[in-house]
Every structure is written in C-alpha cells, then in structure tokens.
T-cell receptor
C-alpha cells in the first residue's frame, strides 16, 4: 500500500521568508510518480510539479524548488521569498504509474503574513 | 494540459435529496477519477470511471450512494444520493494522463 505523510499541518511565515514543506512517502513500487499541488482558498487544485522515481534531479521554477531524495523517500518543496499569494494548502501526492489514481498526503496549510 | 470543467460549482441541498455533478474534459481520456474532500481534510478517491464499464469504487464507497456514469471519453457524472450533512464536501474530478489535472470542484452543502 502507498502512503504519503506531510507532518506539518500548518506553517505561518512573514512575507519574504523561505518556507520548506516536507513530504515523505512509502511505496513498494520501483516506478512511481510524485506530485505537488496547490489549493488556494478558492478550492481548485493547481498542479505544480511531477517527478518520476528515476529522476532525482532537483528542480527550480521561479521561487519554487523541489528536493527529491530517494534514499530517504522524501520530496520536499521550498518557497523562496514567500509572498501573500502563496497562502494556500499544499498537497504532496503519489501514484504508481502514469495515469493511475493518486494517493494524497494530509496537506500543509501555509499562511504568509504581510 | 487538460482543461476540466465541472457543474455545478456549488450547491446547497436538503437532506434526503440527490445531486448529480458533471465533469467535462477537453480531450479524450482513458480514466476519470472522482475525489471527495471533506472540510479541512485531504482528498480521498471515491472511484475510477472507465468508459464502457462500471466504475471501480474504493473501500468505503458504494455504487448505491455514489452512482457514476461515463458515457464517452470526455464526460462523466457523479451522483451523491440520499444526502446527509456528512456529505458536505468539495467533490473534484480529474483525468488520467502523465499528470492528473483537476476540475475546479463542486462545493456541496447539505442542510
């Protein structure tokens, strides 16, 4: 069975601070995919990144960066120089094959104060 | 990326009634998924909808309560039947593919 754990339920920061969201996963599959989604107060789920299990290269996209470490089964997400618009719930998710159902972590609520 | 729309965006319903939620994808997809997000919680998969066959339900979800239709490769419906206040949630659909994209969700409040 697959499992995704986001130990931090809520993080509060002041604007311009960096914030790192932790994600730890469990799976017996050798091929799997990891995702991060953002859910702003409006409720829609916004795709941020997809990473497959064979690609451990870290990725940076603007103020967002992701650190994938297979040895520790972690896929952490950092927001650099946070902004108020980053306030949302962030979900880490896992599926065993492309197109298959997702297993979500519990989510981390990020509150960025001005 | 797939563009997914859902109708209605929100609704307030009375206990004991049923609501059908529609999900439309802008391209043909093999599978569509229905998720429920209860207040303050994460997303839980209700079922996987395949065209031409019955939906596959996850543990804790049954067809009588959440009947699903999948008449073609771009459309699916989820019905929440005989609703109770515990069904108050956001219901989201998504499409299969390398990346799962989600519809905007349907916010349901049952009184």
């Amino acid at each position: 069975a697959q499992k995704v754990t986001q130990a931090q339920t809520e993080i509060s920061v002041v604007e311009k601070e960096d914030v790192t969201l932790d994600c730890v996963y469990e799976t017996r599959d050798t091929t799997y995919y990891l995702f991060w989604y953002k859910q702003p107060p409006s409720g829609e789920l916004v795709f941020l990144i997809r990473r497959n299990s064979f690609d451990e290269q870290n990725e940076i996209s603007g103020r967002y960066s992701w650190n994938f470490q297979k040895s520790t089964s972690s896929f952490n997400f950092t927001i650099t120089a946070s902004q108020v618009v980053d306030s949302a719930v962030y979900f880490c998710a896992l599926n065993q094959a492309a197109g298959n159902k997702l297993t979500f972590g519990g989510g981390t609520r990020v509150l960025v104060k001005p | 990326s797939a563009v997914i729309s859902q109708k209605p965006s929100r609704d307030i319903c009375q206990r004991g009634t049923s609501l059908t939620i529609q999900c439309q994808v802008d391209s043909q997809v093999t599978m569509m998924f229905w998720y429920r997000q209860q207040p303050g919680q994460s997303l839980t998969l209700i079922a996987t909808a395949n065209q031409g066959s019955e939906a596959t339900y996850e543990s804790g979800f049954v067809i009588d309560k959440f009947p699903i239709s999948r008449p073609n490769l771009t459309f699916s419906t989820l019905t929440v039947s005989n609703m109770s206040p515990e069904d108050s949630s956001i219901y989201l659909c998504s499409s299969s593919g390398e990346t799962q994209y989600f519809g905007p969700g349907t916010r349901l409040l049952v009184l």
